[in-house]
């Protein structure tokens, strides 16, 4: 009984109207915008669109622009050195069992 006593206000109704959404428009209009040509976009949307075209996410037409493999590939010379420099040095070198004798010592004392 003690619930309903109390005023609940109703909800407040929004008058929400949705707008039509054309991808290819927007896109056509990036386009456009990256070209220089005559687009509805604001400015800081076509700033957007040029400076991304500028940073190399994509090209003047809109693509992708595929990044250069030399980076990836020394990357990946150097990990593959690195790692056959320390599989060496545990492997082929005393310097584990050096490194165990003198912990075993410290561990003695």
């Known amino acids: 009984m003690g619930f309903f006593m109390f005023h609940r206000p109703e909800m407040p109704k929004f008058n929400y109207i949705p707008r ?3 991808p290819e428009k927007e896109e056509l209009e990036k386009r ?3 070209l ?3 687009s509805n976009l604001t400015d800081s949307e076509k700033l957007r669109v040029k400076m991304r075209a500028k940073w190399g996410r ?3 037409d ?3 622009i595929k990044r250069k493999s030399a980076f990836n590939a020394l ?3 150097l990990i593959v050195g690195i790692s056959a420099f320390f599989i060496s040095l545990i492997f082929f070198t005393p310097f584990v069992e ?3 004798t003198m912990f075993m010592k ?3 004392k």
């Open 32 to 34: 456009k915008a990256a």
């Open 62 to 64: 809109g693509r992708p």
């Open 106 to 108: 410290l561990g003695g």
């Open 58 to 60: 994509t090209s003047e």
């Open 75 to 77: 990357r990946i010379a």
């Open 20 to 22: 039509y959404y054309n």
């Open 98 to 100: 050096n490194f165990v």
């Open 36 to 38: 220089g040509l005559d």
